[in-house]
Every structure is written in structure tokens, then in C-alpha cells.
């Protein structure tokens, strides 16, 4: 049966229309949870910066108390623009700035304390961080996020009612002043001993109710809808249980979140994380994982850490084994004292592109032959060529009852290859749940790689394979909906 329709949108899934001017076979039924439209526009982004910059910077911690003077904070050459233009040559999609950690020091002239760069002697009080870098991105094409810390070791009110209405407050500040928010960042750090506005003591709070998340969640859909909220809870997005940039194999794209024991609900801080890892192969929410690192040991510069910046092949491992399992890469970049980008740090980042780049550049599997075992109602619609057209947005994908699916791949010539990229049409959800990868040699089908989840992109990497054609095999509960595949090389 047919239907005609229309490229009307809504929540990422295409509408269907009895009033549209061409016909074309029903897409299968989404399978599962599926994504937002603002979580489909973040999986387009797969690797964007963190900045950690503050107070910290100056004092070599990690976690500041709350009672450093604001004045410690005076960056000698600040510099936004090379702050940012080293992110997109890495290929960073956007930048998430924390705005306020732990120590309570805003980066921005807050109205609601002066606890922030109004009160350092940098810019005779008149700098903002928050605004430079924000500009900045939009200069160079990038999103710009922020992290605002729940925790805050320096307000006096902290651990009471009144400190969640200046966190909010502070919230409405970022949401508004700064143009479009790609994502906010909650962490799950929350509570302890800090200065707290000269008490000196140490605050616990109930991390599932002191804070009101889904009031709190409520604002952010309000001044900025198309931004995605992260926490190991989500709503949108799930930490990955780790600070080491490694998601599970698999990595489901849906999840449940569950509270730890003793804790009354899931929420930031309270999860069983660890879960995150790997997700929820039937979770009920479509809550993808970030992977966050750094590329130093610590999260701010130290000094003596200039020597320890991961090194590009280290890097490269972190992205096939971040977004090459359908996570999210969240590389931290922080600046020193300067107010820049160390050039350390630089240099293995431009190396690191330049590995990619080359191994990308050429889809082996763009101008072969691409044979399938089953099309949608035998509709070009849903044809093979889809899976090498370069947009995400069409896919291939079978009959209903056909949930056992082929690709047969055939080059033009024999080549070498030890990269292959999968990518699910994600708005009708994940629906495979095995894949399978097989190299045709002396007259039979000889099979190099396999594993579970695929999601929004899977890379496998391995040792370098040599032949003319390659078979891609899927099962999974329905019919597959798959939008990309390609077969690479590494540069030697």
C-alpha cells in the first residue's frame, strides 16, 4: 500500500500527507524510544569541547573551596578567538564552558553576587568570559554550552531554599544573555564542606529533592527548547559512568535511569551510573550517552602537566572508542594562565585531525556496487544507493517481515580497508541489535568483525582486511532502517 507525502517535520520523523504531490511506500513503524528533534540535531555535532577555566586555573586545583579571592583570577592574554579557533580545527562541533564550578567564581558579571570576574582586577572588573567565548563561536560556526555548577562552595545560603533561586536566577542569566544554548551541563557533584559565606562547615542535602530538577528542567525548556540537558539522569542525555572518554561495547542509545540505594529517585548525582556504560537495550527513554575526558590528567592546567597532554594517537583510540559506539565525545580543553590554549595541547589536537581527515576523506564504498537481499516495497525510496548517497537523512531499509537483512559490497577494485562506519536512521529508533562483517575470499564468505549495537554511528576498527567485496549482515527485532555505510583506511 502507498501513501503520498510531504517533507514536513516534527520531532525528526517525516509526516505523512494524503495531500502531497508524490507517492511514495510507508516507512516502517518507529521501533521503540525515539529521539527528540533537539536530540537529533545534537547527534549531528558527535564531538565538541569542554573548557574548564576559572578560579582553579590560578590556585593549581582541581576543586576550589569557595573562599579564593576573585581577584586571583587575571588571564594575562585572553584570547576567545584562539581559544575557539583550536577547537574547530580539531573538528569540534561546539564548546561547553563552565561558567561557575564547585568554588562558586561566575565568569560572567552576575547581578545575583559579586563573587565573579566584577570583583578581579582582570579588565578592571568589566571582563566576561561568558560572553567572549559565546561570541566567538558563533565567529567560527560552532555551538556554545554551558556548565553551571549545582554545588556552590562559596554561597552562604547553600544546602537551604534560597540558594535554588539563585541557582535559577543564574540559570536565566546564561539562557538569556548569550544567545542560542546547544546544552546545559549538571553535574553530579553536590554538597560537602566548603566556605559557604565564612561558616566553614560541611552541608549535606537530599541530592533527589533539594534541588527541584523538574522545575529547574522546566526553565531550560522555557528560554532555550532546542538545548539539551545532561546528567547522569539526563533527561537527554546520560553521562557514560566515566571520566575516561570510553563508552561500553555495546552502547545503547535508550536508558533507564535507576537510583542507587537509599537514594528516592533517579536524578543528578543519585543514578547507578555505572549502568550508563552500556545503556538499556529496551530502556524507556531515548537518552544517549556523552563520553567526557581530558586531554590532560586534570580537568584545569597545571603547569606540570604540560608534558602529560594526550598524544594524537591517543586521541584518535578515544574517538572510535567514543563516537565510533554511538556516544558522544566531550574533549576538555583548558586554557592556562594566559587565557589560551597551551601549545602542547595544540599540537596534538592538529595531529589528531590530520589522522582523521585522511582516514575519511575516501569512501571506498561510494562509487561500488551495492546489492541488498530485500527493498521496501521495491521502492528506489528505500533503496541501497541510499547508504552511500552522504546524507543521513534517507536510509535503506526492507520489508517488514524482513528483519534478517544483507549488503553486499563490491569495489571497483581490490583494496585495503580496517575501518567500516554504520549509522541507523535514527528517528524510526534502534532497531538492530546484531550486525556482522564479512570479506569474500577463495570462493566464500569469511567473517572479520561482528558485534550488537549500532545506533547513530559504529565504527569498527581493526586489522587492515584485503579484498574486492565485503558483506554487511543485520538481525534485529523489525526491519532495519540503516542511512550510511563506508569502508575506510587508516593512514600508514
Not at 45 to 68: A, R, V
Not at 80 to 97: D, F, N, P, R, Y
Not at 300 to 319: C, G, I, P, T
Not at 320 to 338: C, Q, T
Request: glycine letters at 10%; proline letters at 5%; hydrophobic letters at 35%.
Amino acid at each position: 500500500m502507498t501513501v503520498k507525502t510531504c517533507s514536513l517535520l516534527k520531532a525528526g520523523i517525516l509526516l505523512i500527507s494524503l495531500s502531497a504531490c508524490s507517492q511514495t511506500p510507508a516507512p516502517p513503524d518507529p521501533y521503540g524510544a525515539i529521539p527528540s528533534a533537539r536530540q537529533l540535531a545534537w547527534h549531528e555535532m558527535e564531538f565538541y569541547g569542554f573548557l574548564h577555566f576559572t578560579i582553579n586555573t590560578f590556585t593549581d586545583k582541581e576543586w576550589g573551596y569557595g573562599d579564593e579571592s576573585p581577584d586571583l583570577f587575571h588571564p594575562l592574554a585572553f584570547d576567545a578567538e584562539q581559544i575557539v579557533s583550536t577547537a574547530q580545527m580539531a573538528g569540534m562541533k561546539g564548546l561547553i564552558l563552565t561558567c561557575k564550578h564547585h568554588d562558586g567564581f561566575c565568569l560572567w558579571p552576575s547581578k545575583f553576587t559579586k563573587h565573579s570576574v566584577v570583583s578581579s582586577s582582570w579588565q578592571k572588573g568589566k571582563g566576561d568570559v561568558v560572553r567572549a567565548i559565546a561570541e566567538a563561536c558563533r565567529r567560527h560556526g560552532l555551538k556554545f554550552g554551558v556548565y553551571l555548577s549545582p554545588w556552590d562552595r562559596n554561597h552562604a545560603e547553600y544546602g537551604r531554599p534560597a540558594y535554588v533561586d539563585y541557582y535559577r536566577n543564574q540559570l536565566r542569566e546564561l539562557l538569556t544573555g548569550y544567545g542560542p544554548v546547544f546544552e546545559v551541563w549538571w553535574d553530579g557533584a553536590n554538597g560537602g564542606d566548603g566556605y559557604y559565606g565564612g561558616a566553614r562547615e560541611k552541608r549535606t542535602i537530599d541530592r533527589s529533592t533539594y534541588y527541584g530538577w523538574e522545575e529547574t528542567t522546566r526553565l531550560v525548556r522555557e528560554l532555550q527548547p532546542e538545548a539539551v540537558i545532561f546528567s547522569d539522569a539526563g533527561p537527554d542525555l546520560r553521562w557514560v559512568g566515566n571520566e575516561k572518554g570510553i563508552a561500553g561495547d555495546p552502547c545503547w542509545q535508550t536508558y533507564t535511569p535507576v537510583p542507587r540505594e537509599g537514594e528516592k529517585k533517579a536524578g543528578p548525582g543519585t543514578t547507578r551510573y555505572q549502568e550508563a556504560t552500556n545503556g538499556h537495550r529496551d530502556g524507556k527513554f531515548w537518552m544517549p550517552a556523552e563520553a567526557d575526558v581530558s586531554i590532560r590528567p586534570g580537568w584545569f592546567w597545571h603547569e606540570e602537566q604540560n608534558d602529560k597532554v594526550r598524544s594524537a594517537r591517543n586521541l584518535v583510540d578515544l574517538y572510535y572508542a567514543s563516537i565510533g559506539r554511538g556516544a558522544s565525545l566531550l574533549l576538555n580543553l583548558p586554557p592556562d594562565r594566559r587565557g589560551i590554549i597551551h601549545e602542547n595541547d595544540v599540537a596534538s589536537l592538529k595531529e589528531f585531525r590530520r589522522i582523521l581527515d585522511e582516514t575519511f576523506t575516501v569512501n571506498y564504498a561510494r562509487n561500488a556496487e551495492i546489492s541488498v537481499n530485500n527493498v521496501r516495497a521495491k521502492s528506489d525510496g528505500f533503496s541501497g544507493v541510499n547508504l552511500t548517497d552522504g546524507n543521513r537523512q534517507t536510509y535503506w531499509s526492507t520489508d517488514d517481515h524482513v528483519s534478517q537483512a544483507e549488503v553486499v559490497v563490491t569495489l571497483n577494485q581490490t583494496k585495503e580497508i580496517n575501518v567500516v562506519l554504520l549509522r541507523e536512521y535514527l528517528p524510526l529508533g534502534q532497531r538492530v541489535t546484531a550486525w556482522s562483517l564479512d570479506l569474500w575470499k577463495d570462493d566464500q564468505w569469511i567473517e572479520f568483525a561482528s558485534g550488537e549495537s549500532i545506533g547513530s554511528c559504529r565504527l569498527w576498527r581493526g586489522a587492515p582486511v584485503t579484498g574486492k567485496k565485503f558483506r554487511l549482515r543485520l538481525s534485529g527485532p523489525v526491519c532495519p532502517a540503516l542511512s550510511e555505510l563506508g569502508l575506510y583506511r587508516e593512514p600508514l
